[in-house]
């Protein structure tokens, strides 16, 4: 068995390299980390997001260098095979610029209602992808309603207005987006009903609380999409709860239960839910909420994005992000930005990492230290793996799965400054890694 291993590295200088492995006989006792007969919840997949940034930086790419870098991250053979990718409804903060789908005053009907402008930018992303995968699936949330739905009538900071007939009007707003994209071929497999529900913030955003997400998915958006014979999946989401220890310095309490709790405890809004989405500080909740809930299923629906130096020390932090995530819970885990220019400035000023950078002048894509910290897990680790159990020393370093095909993959990290020994036991043989100082690895033992 030890022999047929597979084992690929990356590290500061060296990405990606395919490495031998030793086959060495000893005493469980021995080993630092062992592979367990525990499994725990089903792999979904791995992906980014769309957004009309990232679509301006690939078009400074040769037609023939774009079709590369989407075979890396789309097709089923390349090197990220992506399955599951979020899109914005409207602006996200990394749109050109900040638009909705209906800025017509008082048009709850919808009759305004229009994706020409996604026509320009996301729509062709997006299919280019799915002529790559056509399995590729799906999930999108608002950044910001309408502004006419919102006080103060803004994309950024406010609250949607808690009217019956602008309730009636958003729900709608959600199902002509559903609709609208079908009609270009695209279906959208989930909606996610805010993006970061308590960020109050200078871009596109929206804050709700956790009675009104209750309110609105159990009395307006539920029923819209069951009176349209919409299949679509509504998740509670994008859940950025706030950083408890960070309440704790400020003197104020936080109530993990304050958003799914809330939500979930209500059978007639629970109904309607199929899953949870958690990105920033909702990595302090998820763990409390997938064990209340573990029927559901959950997401990390945005990385944590950095500060657009794409360090190797930032990569090593993103590489914790994914163990987090996957230890408690997660079916999938999204990037943000798949692609963006250098230092990946957004239109109102804020530098953010991505898994490529494009180079307008030389028009030549990079692969940063997060596209590998990505490609160590979603290369190997299929839609329909299963996550299963670690244990000794070095589980808090790493991660494992079971693929349908029975073979076993290991995502581990070196976070030290000098090389260390792993002796991994898989119940039937001893298998012998020097691990590089800072350095990802993926093992991959049939």
Not at 21 to 34: D, G, I, Q, V
Request: hydrophobic share 35%; net charge negative.
């Amino acid at each position: 068995m030890g022999q047929t291993a597979k084992w690929f590295s990356s590290t500061q200088t060296a990405s990606w390299t395919e490495k031998s492995t030793e086959s060495r006989t000893f005493s469980p006792a021995l080993s630092n980390l062992a592979i367990t007969e525990s499994a725990y919840q089903t792999v979904e997949g791995f992906g980014g997001c769309f957004n009309e940034l990232g679509f301006a930086a690939l078009s400074h790419l040769s037609e023939e260098a774009r079709a590369a870098v989407m075979h890396e991250l789309f097709h089923p053979e390349g090197e990220q095979r992506f399955s599951i990718c979020r899109l914005p409804i409207g602006a996200s903060d990394y749109a050109l610029e900040w638009y909705s789908l209906n800025e017509t005053d008082g048009d709850v009907a919808m009759e305004h209602f229009s994706i020409e402008r996604d026509r320009k930018y996301l729509i062709p992303y997006i299919k280019e992808a799915l002529a790559l995968n056509p399995q590729l699936k799906l999930f999108a949330s608002p950044w910001s309603p309408p502004t006419w739905m919102k006080t103060p009538k803004a994309y950024n900071y406010g609250t949607l207005r808690w009217e019956k007939d602008i309730l009636e009007g958003y729900a709608l707003y959600f199902v002509k987006f559903v609709q609208a994209y079908q009609e270009e071929g695209i279906t959208i497999h989930q909606v996610h009903v805010q993006n970061e529900v308590v960020a109050d913030q200078k871009f596109p955003s929206c804050v709700w609380t956790g009675e009104q997400l209750r309110e609105f998915i159990r009395d307006y958006l539920g029923p819209a999409f069951e009176q349209h014979g919409l299949d679509t999946e509504i998740w509670l989401g994008t859940i950025n709860a706030p950083d408890p220890w960070l309440e704790l310095m400020k003197g104020t309490t936080n109530d993990y239960d304050a958003y799914a709790g809330l939500v979930l405890s209500d059978p007639e809004a629970y109904k309607y839910i199929k899953g949870v989405g958690y990105q920033w500080a909702g990595k302090y909740a998820i763990a409390r909420t997938s064990q209340s809930y573990p029927e559901l299923r959950y997401m990390q629906t945005e990385n944590e994005c950095g500060d657009g130096k794409n360090t190797w020390a930032y990569a090593k932090y993103v590489f914790h992000l994914y163990q987090h995530y996957f230890s408690n819970g997660v079916n999938s885990y999204i990037y943000w930005n798949m692609a963006l220019e250098p230092k990946g400035r957004s239109t109102w000023g804020w530098e953010q990492n991505a898994m490529i950078t494009v180079e307008p002048d030389t028009k030549r894509a990079i692969n940063n230290p997060e596209y590998y910290v990505m490609k160590h897990f979603s290369h190997f680790v299929a839609p329909g793996s299963k996550r299963i159990g670690l244990q000794g020393p070095w589980s808090g370093h790493a991660i494992a799965f079971k693929r349908e095909d029975g073979s076993r993959v290991i995502v581990i990290i070196n976070p030290y400054t000098d090389t260390r020994e792993l002796r991994l036991s898989d119940g039937e043989a001893g298998h012998v890694f020097e691990l590089e100082p800072e350095s990802f690895h993926t093992i991959v033992l049939p």
